[in-house]
């Protein structure tokens, strides 16, 4: 019973494609996240979003654009993707000031 | 300069030993602090939650908070090789910015039997 799920776990891509991310969480968590893991591991928040205010990180190329549907799911759209972007996104939830709830990430490879 | 500061390691010890992570920040409004453990190719997983400055205990896992000194720190006692993982310290400053995390770059924490 996954608290927040992501899909696909893997994904393969060639420059310039168009690809989405899809993320849901069952915790009934108010504000959902978009993080990137590089390859030094370093977590940088790329959005958050709860159901009344969309904040972006401004160093995000607005090539990416999260898409949400509903309180459960954020998804994460990516347009004309560049070699730069491969690394792991991982989707987390939370409930007001309380900790996160992360996903298992996504590892984007763009060749 | 990065906000969070965390030494990557790697930091070898073995089975038992007590080891201790630490973080030092810049932003003096952060007053959340976490520490999350990600095992490879996992997500992360929270540990530790504090308010403010002071200590927290949970088992073998003690997380400090210094404001004044703007330094955190994790302890973990007798230590165990599923203990093996990368461990990130993160803070927010609880505001209105979402509740945003600034994280460090993790510290890859090695434990051997």
């Known amino acids: 019973d996954t608290a927040v799920s992501q899909t696909p776990k893997y994904l393969v891509t060639q420059m310039g494609n168009d690809k989405s991310i899809k993320c849901e969480q069952n915790?009934?968590?108010?504000?959902m996240y978009w993080y990137k893991q590089d390859s030094k591991k370093f977590l940088k928040i790329m959005f958050s979003?709860?159901?009344?205010?969309?904040?972006i990180n401004e160093t995000v190329p607005n090539r990416f654009s999260p898409k949400s549907p509903d309180k459960a799911h954020l998804n994460l759209h990516i347009n004309s993707l560049e070699l730069g972007d491969s690394a792991v996104y991982f989707c987390?939830?939370?409930?007001?000031?309380?900790?996160?709830?992360f996903g298992s990430g996504t590892r984007l490879t763009v060749v | 300069q990065k906000e969070v500061e965390q030494d990557p390691g790697p930091l070898s010890v073995p089975e038992g030993a007590i080891v201790s992570l630490n973080c030092t920040y810049s932003?003096?409004?952060?007053?959340?602090f976490m520490w999350y453990r990600q095992y490879s190719r996992k997500g992360p997983e929270l540990l530790m939650y504090?308010?403010?400055?002071g200590n927290k205990e949970d088992g073998r896992f003690t997380a400090q908070v210094d404001k004044s000194s703007k330094y955190i720190s994790l302890f973990i006692r007798d230590s165990q090789p599923s203990d093996s993982a990368t461990y990130l310290c993160?803070?927010?400053?609880?505001?209105?910015?979402?509740?945003?995390?600034?994280f460090g770059g993790g510290t890859r924490l090695m434990v051997k039997p």
């Open positions: 979003y709860n159901n009344k205010e969309l904040i």
């Open positions: 932003n003096s409004a952060f007053q959340y």
């Open positions: 504090t308010y403010s400055s």
């Open positions: 915790l009934g968590h108010d504000t």
């Open positions: 987390a939830s939370s409930r007001s000031r309380h900790g996160y709830t």
């Open positions: 993160a803070m927010s400053s609880g505001g209105n910015a979402g509740n945003m995390l600034t």
